[in-house]
Structure formats: structure tokens, C-alpha cells
Antibody
Framework: EVQLVESGGGLVQPGGSLRLSCAAS????????MHWVRQAPGKGLVWVSR????????NYADSVKGRFTISRDNAKNTLYLQMNSLRAEDTAVYYC??????????WGQGTLVTVSS | EIVLTQSPGTLSLSPGERATLSCRASQSVSSSYLAWYQQKPGQAPRLLIYGASSRATGIPDRFSGSGSGTDFTLTISRLEPEDFAVYYC??????????FGQGTRLEIK
């Protein structure tokens, strides 16, 4: 069974940093591109970033470019999102998702990031 | 960037009725790379439809998708109580960003 479990969310002050993790099981992580999608409280889904199966290719939404870094450790079956210079508007539930192409076929349950002083 | 606009914002129907949800793109979606997701409160989204009209694994056949180019539709033929949720369309073409629509809330009348 495919499972994705996010962790690392919490309360952080504006300008701070946080690293999210997504532990994958039930499939071979190295075979799939992976994505992060976020959802602000009461709002819709917003695509954040993706990384190629071998980690050499990445893309970002303009709103996070230069502040967020996606990475992966296939040996540890884990996806990461390093978030720096956090802003109040980054407050959201962050989901990791497995993709075929850019189709998001499996999602984790999400981890909440709150940026507030 | 492709902007997806979903309508209506909220749809109020009764179990057993037919639901028709619309997703319109600001430019043509390549190769019908259009997906629909269902999200219930407190849960992650779940893939329903991909390629505009193909059902994902385990999705009941009362869910169907249609459309091409810039106009797409999700139809639920006979609403079951568990179908009341928020539905999002997403385009997943060749280039990011892979945008979502703002969602349609399907509520019990």
C-alpha cells in the first residue's frame, strides 16, 4: 500500500525557516517524480514545487522561488521541502504527492505550517 | 500560466440527483491533461479523473469526465451521501505551474 507521511510542520515566526519531510513507503520512491502542494486555511489547492525522480530537476511556483528548496533522499525514501524567509501567507497545510508526469495520484495527509509572531 | 475557473462556486443538490461541475481554462490544456480531485473536510484530496475522462483506480462509474481544449465537465450521475465534498480541477500539462481551479463545493440541499 502506497503511504506518504508528512512531518515537520509547526509554528514559526516570520522570516524563520522550517524543513518538511515526507516519508514514503509501499513503492520505490526513486521511480517517481514528487510534488508539494499547499492549502491555506479555508482556501483552495496551490501547487508549490516538484522534483524529478533522480533529484536533478526541480520547479517552483513563483511565490516560493528563491525561498523554498525541494530535495529528496531516495536511499531514505524521503522527500523534503526546506522553507526559508517564511511569510504569513505561507501559512497552510502542506501535502506531498506522488506523480506520474504531473498527475498527483497519491497524497499524504498533510502537515500544518503556521507563520505568525 | 493557465488559469482554471470552476463554476458554480457552490452547488446544492439532493442525494439521487445529477451533478454537473464545470472547469474552464484560460488557454487550451494540452492533450487533455486535465484532472479532477475530490476533497472531504480534514482529508487530503483524492484523484477521481485524469486525462479529462479516465477514472482513477477504484472510482465508481457514477463519476465521469468530459471535455477538451478549454472546457471540461465533471458529472456525478446519481449523488450518494458520500459525494458531498469540494471538487477541484487541475491542469498537469508539460510545463509548470500545474494550476488548480478554485474549487466547487457540492453541498446537500
Amino acid at each position: 500500500e502506497v503511504q506518504l507521511v508528512e512531518s515537520g510542520g509547526g509554528l514559526v515566526q516570520p522570516g524563520g525557516s522550517l524543513r518538511l519531510s515526507c516519508a514514503a513507503s509501499g513503492f520505490t520512491l526513486s521511480s517517481y517524480w514528487m510534488h508539494w502542494v499547499r492549502q491555506a486555511p479555508g482556501k483552495g489547492l496551490v501547487w508549490v514545487s516538484r522534483i524529478s525522480s533522480d533529484g536533478t530537476g526541480t520547479n517552483y511556483a513563483d511565490s516560493v522561488k528563491g525561498r523554498f528548496t525541494i530535495s529528496r533522499d531516495n536511499a531514505k525514501n524521503t522527500l523534503y521541502l526546506q522553507m526559508n524567509s517564511l511569510r504569513a501567507e505561507d501559512t497552510a497545510v502542506y501535502y506531498c504527492a506522488r506523480s506520474g508526469g504531473a498527475l498527483l495520484s497519491y497524497w499524504g495527509q498533510g502537515t500544518l505550517v503556521t507563520v505568525s509572531s | 500560466e493557465i488559469v482554471l475557473t470552476q463554476s458554480p462556486g457552490t452547488l446544492s443538490l439532493s442525494p439521487g440527483e445529477r451533478a454537473t461541475l464545470s472547469c474552464r481554462a484560460s488557454q487550451s490544456v494540452s492533450s487533455s491533461y486535465l484532472a479532477w480531485y475530490q476533497q472531504k473536510p480534514g482529508q487530503a484530496p483524492r484523484l477521481l479523473i485524469y486525462g479529462a475522462s479516465s477514472r482513477a483506480t477504484g472510482i465508481p462509474d457514477r463519476f465521469s469526465g468530459s471535455g477538451s481544449g478549454t472546457d471540461f465537465t465533471l458529472t456525478i450521475s446519481r449523488l450518494e451521501p458520500e459525494d458531498f465534498a469540494v471538487y477541484y480541477c487541475q491542469q498537469y500539462g508539460t510545463s509548470p505551474p500545474f494550476t488548480f481551479g478554485q474549487g466547487t463545493r457540492l453541498e446537500i440541499k
